[in-house]
């Protein structure tokens, strides 16, 4: 028994606690493609992406990969990778999913008596900018879930979450630039999703309003 031990404390090595590049590299491109940092269209290159970030370009290929499996970019040709568009089809078919499930786990979370800080409210109503705006949106949405008591909630909503980022952060930047560019723009933006489904009640668009806004 005691050789036993001792070969398996010389076989395994100590974990490194520090995330892995490749994962703080995905986290950062789909941070910046959520809040429209990286416009739908924009090309991606490992060389350019690689310098900005500071890193070989072998994490940045790996989180690549990971972004387009999820759907997040796509090919674009002889130019490589962009950032995919944000698929109002895909979009609408998450939130009549996400409609059934924040149902259920505000249901659960009201038997159970729980309560929500008002200050994680009030926080998001006051933020400064999309990408906190976003973050308050999910913070709070995932206070819900964990009120309900059932972890695949959770599970299940986060599969799709960043799709969900993305269409609130491409709907905030259009009701900031409909107040601040003139009243043409959202007829521009009707024209531009002529034919596609409308949006559920619970789209961000409907619901979110950026600081300041009517």
Not at 50 to 63: D, W
Not at 193 to 207: F, K, L, Q, V
Request: contains cysteine; charged residues 20%; glycine residues 8%.
């Amino acid at each position: 028994m005691f050789c036993i031990q001792n070969t398996v404390k010389t076989a395994l090595q100590g974990i490194d606690l520090a995330p892995d590049l490749t994962e703080q590299v995905y986290e950062r491109l789909l941070a910046a493609i959520c809040s429209g940092a990286l416009s739908p269209g924009a090309r991606l290159t490992q060389e350019e992406l690689a310098a900005s970030l500071n890193v070989s370009r072998q994490p940045v290929l790996q989180a690549l990969r990971l972004l387009k499996r999820e759907g997040v970019v796509v090919d674009a040709g002889r130019r490589g990778l962009a950032v995919a568009p944000v698929d109002p089809v895909l979009i609408a078919n998450i939130y009549e999913v996400r409609s059934a499930l924040e149902a259920l786990a505000a249901r659960l979370a009201a038997k159970a008596r729980a309560k929500i800080d008002p200050a994680i409210i009030a926080r998001g109503r006051a933020a400064p900018d999309l990408p906190a705006m976003i973050e308050a949106d999910m913070t709070f949405h995932h206070l819900v879930y964990a009120a309900s008591g059932n972890p695949l909630i959770a599970g299940s909503a986060d599969r799709h979450w960043h799709h969900v980022q993305r269409a609130m952060g491409a709907s905030l930047q259009m009701r900031r630039c409909a107040s601040t560019c003139g009243t043409n723009t959202r007829p521009s933006w009707r024209r531009s999703t002529r034919g596609t489904p409308r949006a559920p009640s619970g789209w961000p668009g409907n619901t979110a309003r950026p600081r300041g806004g009517r």
